[in-house]
Each structure stands twice: as structure tokens, then as C-alpha cells.
């Protein structure tokens, strides 16, 4: 089983502020990576696969980036809407696809 | 617009069945893998497993093999998830959602969520 560590489990930004979160696989993944940001109460959402292709309707702001085993998605302006846990998951070996543990974006 | 609707949250006692679903519209339910993931009170996603509607394909994340079924009835356009007999460790919410297509699984969109509580 693939294992996907994100770091960190907390950031603190402000809003207008860049945020930069990672993903790291335990073994390649090649770019068969997926990102989602949850709110509370919400459903995940996909952000981004293909480690860089944004989903439909996904803001420019949100990219990523990354192959084998290290993955980053940055948000380049952070908006209130953006305040969320985020995960990444891999799909490259599979059963069982897996998520990272997930990265809380909070407000400072 | 491609919709997953779930259905409602249910409150069980351990030792107990279920069987909750997700019906899907607005696409062709036939042809896209469907996936159920379990998200645990204040903790992470875990993937259960996927099913291909069109030929009933599953595949079982190993952890879940065996302590759970998942169907399908491409005729009402629905996927289900059930339980013979449940545990209080089954107590999360449950998520259904689409593979959009491609090489390798992953999900967009998702449905609502169902809550599961086990609980004697």
C-alpha cells in the first residue's frame, strides 16, 4: 500500500497570503495524484489531477505541481472561501487508492 | 449536471444490517466507476472501494474486504454500500462519488454524505 504523508497538519495564513502544502508518497506515483479541499459539514471537492490539471470551474489561483514522490499545492492568494483541510490522494497503485492524513489551512 | 444523491443518515444498533445508496443523474451511470469512502468523526478519508456499474467490476480497498458489500442496479442508476451486521467502529460518514474518466481513479463529484451511527 502507497502511503501519502501531508505536511504540515496545520497552516496558519492570512488572507491575501500564499499557501504552500505538501504531499509526499511512500513510492512513485508518477503524476497520477488528485488534490480536495473539504469545508465543515461539506463534501470534498476536486481541486486538482494529474498532480496539475485544474478541475472544472477551480480558481487560477489553486496549482499544483510535483511527480514520483513529492507534491505541492500552492494557493497564491488566499480568500476566506479558501480557510478548509485539504488532501491529496494517489491513484497510481491501487486497490487501495489513498490519502494523505490532510492539511487544515486556518486563518492567523 | 451530474448529481449524486445519497440517502439519509441512520442510526443502528451493533449487530444490526444496513444498506445505504447513491443514485446518480444527469450522466450516463453505466459507464463511470463509482467509489465509497468512509470519513471517520473528526479524522481523514479512507477509500472502501470502487464498482463499475456497466459489468458490476469491484475492487476492495484490502482493509474493507470482507466487512463490506458493495452493488449495483444500473437500472434505477443506483450504487449501494451495505453491512450484515454492524460494529460502533462503523460510526462515520459515508461519501459516494464518480471517476470523471481517465487513466486511474480518482473523484468528481461527490455526493452528500450519509451519516452512519452505531450505537446500542
Known amino acids: 500500500e502507497i502511503v501519502m504523508t501531508q505536511s504540515p497538519a496545520t497552516l496558519s495564513v492570512s488572507p491575501g497570503e500564499r499557501a504552500t502544502l505538501s504531499c509526499r508518497a511512500s513510492q512513485s506515483v508518477s503524476s497520477k495524484l488528485a488534490w480536495y479541499q473539504q469545508k465543515p459539514g461539506q463534501a470534498p471537492r476536486l481541486l486538482i489531477y494529474?498532480?496539475?490539471t485544474r478541475a472544472t470551474g477551480v480558481p487560477g489561483r489553486f496549482s499544483g505541481s510535483g511527480s514520483g514522490t513529492e507534491f505541492t499545492l500552492t494557493i497564491s492568494s488566499l480568500q476566506s472561501e479558501d480557510f478548509a483541510v485539504y488532501y491529496c490522494?494517489?491513484?497510481?497503485?491501487?486497490?487501495?487508492?489513498?490519502f494523505g492524513g490532510g492539511t487544515k489551512v486556518e486563518m492567523k | 449536471e451530474v448529481q449524486l444523491v445519497q440517502s439519509g443518515a441512520e442510526v443502528k444498533k451493533p449487530g444490526e444490517s444496513l444498506k445505504i445508496s447513491c443514485q446518480g443523474s444527469g450522466y450516463s451511470f453505466a459507464g463511470y466507476w463509482i467509489g465509497w469512502v468512509r470519513q471517520m468523526p473528526g479524522k481523514g478519508l479512507e477509500s472502501i472501494g470502487v464498482i463499475y456499474p456497466g459489468d458490476s467490476d469491484t475492487r476492495y480497498s484490502p482493509s474493507f474486504q470482507g466487512q463490506v458489500t458493495i452493488s449495483v442496479d444500473k437500472s434505477i442508476n443506483t450504487a449501494y454500500l451495505q453491512w450484515s451486521s454492524l460494529k460502533a467502529s462503523d460510526t462515520a460518514m459515508y461519501y459516494c462519488?464518480?471517476?470523471?474518466?481517465?487513466?486511474?481513479?480518482?473523484?468528481?463529484?461527490w455526493g452528500q454524505g450519509t451519516l452512519v451511527t452505531v450505537s446500542s
Open positions: 462519488a464518480r471517476h470523471p474518466g481517465g487513466t486511474g481513479i480518482w473523484f468528481d463529484p
Open positions: 494529474g498532480a496539475s
Open positions: 490522494q494517489q491513484y497510481h497503485n491501487w486497490p487501495p487508492l489513498t
